[in-house]
């Protein structure tokens, strides 16, 4: 795969940022032509305690209480992001080009750990909302290869999450395998996230700048009995939860607000 134009000034901004050379050269000639490219990561956390994010991983799995008191395991999950788009303040939108297409996130892996999604040049001007759609994940040969799915290549193939595990109660314990194929639509303000204000590009900045869109996964099932539920429900748990759960943060660190 030949490396694109954007691939080039991120790498080049890294090595400005431990030498001086022909990187600098590289990301000020970008910034002579009146952009900036703009980088969006994405990651995962549990839902921010007392300011901080609980560390809810355990080896290969992810344990929480819910709040009708199941205590889950997951074993598998993941969480397809599937575009994104900024918004102007004045009006005007642009979208961002993914890397590699779509994201099957895979949230086993260690919380705020930072996976590298899209990016775009944007000219001078201040952004106050970011669109995100999460919807199913539509596989390929070639972007296959660049996503670590493992075995679970083929569940998550056409999905929007998936999730396997199990939710112990008591002497209960019930194993689950759960995928919904469904679209969500996540509209974030950004009218605060740069030092309280919007997003404000320059064109002449000497650095990408980085945004990172994170989501919550410690809630998806909470109000569901796993001794009689329907898959309905977490559906719509999950669906709900991507669109009022997502959050977005300036730079390269999500903020447990």
């Known amino acids: 795969m030949s490396v694109s134009a954007r691939h080039l000034v ?4 890294l090595l400005c940022t431990t030498a001086f050379g022909a990187g600098c050269d590289l990301i000020e000639a ?3 032509k009146g952009s900036t490219l703009v980088q969006l ?11 901080f994010f609980p560390d809810l991983g355990s080896g290969d799995i992810r344990t929480f209480d819910t709040d009708e008191g199941w205590t889950v395991n997951l074993r598998a999950a993941f969480v397809t992001t599937s575009s994104a788009t900024l918004h102007r303040c004045g009006g005007g ?7 590699w ?3 099957p996130e895979d949230i086993i892996k260690d919380d705020l750990a930072l996976n590298s999604f899209a990016a775009v040049e944007v000219e001078a001007s201040r952004f106050c909302s970011l669109t995100v759609e999460y919807a199913p994940y539509k596989a390929t040969d070639d972007v296959s290869r660049q996503r670590e799915m493992g075995e679970h290549g083929d569940d998550v193939a056409g999905t929007t999450y998936y999730f396997e595990g199990v939710a112990t109660k008591g002497d209960v314990a019930v194993d689950f395998e759960l995928s919904g194929n469904g679209s969500a639509i996540a509209e974030l ?6 030092n309280g204000g ?9 650095f990408p700048v980085d945004l990172t869109l994170s989501k919550t996964y410690d809630r998806f099932f909470d109000g569901i009995d796993f001794e009689d539920y329907d898959p309905a ?5 999950v669906m709900a939860l991507l669109e009022l759960d997502s959050r977005i943060a300036f730079g390269t660190a999500a903020k447990p607000q």
């Open 101 to 103: 297409g779509q994201l």
């Open 41 to 51: 990561m994405v990651t995962h956390h549990a839902t921010p305690e007392d300011g």
């Open 233 to 237: 429900d977490i559906d719509g748990n």
């Open 30 to 32: 970008l910034n002579d």
């Open 198 to 206: 919007p997003l404000v590009i320059t064109a002449d900045e000497a």
């Open 10 to 13: 991120a790498a080049s901004a």
């Open 189 to 194: 303000d950004m009218s605060t996230v740069m």
């Open 93 to 99: 939108d642009v979208a961002f080009d993914a890397f």
